[in-house]
């Protein structure tokens, strides 16, 4: 019976301590907290459930038209924002639609840099990290991909009607000359 009441009181005494271990992990300046929360209210503009068309130029089978559906979201109580893409494409033979982008982002805000990153995971295998850079309603962010040379950018912007416009470009040249690969434009269909 002794042994048995040992091992419960040292079961809340290390419950206690792990509690509180955690809480200071996490303590942080209240400046440090207001600059997360504006961070991460830059992407605001994007936050909803959005649907539209675009195209994708895809190697050798060339341009791909697709639909799309993009659904931006605040998750625990506002400590990051998820991205989650959808797009689809009909085989103009066939009639048969299949799924050319599955994509899934996180952005966040990392406290050791005191910046916004956007960390992002697709369904074919790649991932990335990357520091967007904000404008008024408008984001732009790049990424090297070194196993093919080149580098690629996306400027994502709502435009005059209120669609939400995506751009995808890549250079070989260090930036010198882009070329378009990627271009969608989604309305947004819920908040």
Request: hydrophobic share 35%; charged share 30%.
């Amino acid at each position: 019976m002794k042994f048995f009441r040992n091992t419960i009181l040292l079961t809340l005494v290390l419950a206690f301590f792990s509690v509180n271990s955690f809480s200071q992990m996490r303590s942080e300046t209240e400046e440090v907290k207001k600059l997360r929360k504006s961070e991460l209210r830059k992407v605001d503009f994007l936050v909803g459930t959005w649907k539209g068309k675009g195209w994708i130029m895809m190697g050798r089978d060339g341009r791909k038209n697709f639909t799309i559906t993009e659904k931006v979201q605040p998750k625990l109580n506002g400590e990051i924002v998820v991205v989650d893409g959808l797009g689809k494409s009909k085989d103009e033979k066939t009639g048969v639609e299949r799924i050319i982008h599955q994509a899934y982002g996180v952005f966040y805000f990392d406290s050791k840099t005191k910046k916004l990153k956007f960390r992002f995971y697709k369904a074919d295998g790649a991932e990335g990290e990357t520091t967007p850079i904000f404008f008024e309603n408008k984001m732009v962010w790049q990424l090297d991909v070194p196993e093919y040379g080149v580098t690629t950018k996306f400027t994502e912007y709502i435009n005059e009607k209120g669609n939400w416009l995506e751009t995808g470009e890549v250079t070989r040249d260090g930036g010198k000359t882009w070329f378009k690969f990627f271009e969608m434009e989604l309305s947004k269909v819920s908040d």
